[in-house]
């Protein structure tokens, strides 16, 4: 499940896969369901996830400022409010186009 072609646009991400299909994924959504420690939590050995304090989204939550490919497994979205710790598997994006 790799994709073709990645391209950014102002509020989306399109992704062709190699499968033929095509995503649109709102950045905001993206943003919003952001995998890393700080976002979505950390679970211990008896299934507990402990999450750090929500912090309100600024006016530039949900703007990239550059795609980072991860390996030949995933991206890494630089927000352009600094955050930057999340890494979105090809499986976990498909996921989120379910979502939308």
Known sequence: MQPLDITPFDRELAIR?????????PLETIRRFCP???CAGEQDILGNVYRAPSRPY???SFSLARLDRVGGYGLQPVWADGHATGIFTWEYLRRLTSAT
């Open 17 to 25: 896969w190699a499968d033929g299909d095509e995503s649109f994924i």
């Open 36 to 38: 890393c420690a700080t």
């Open 58 to 60: 600024a006016d530039n």
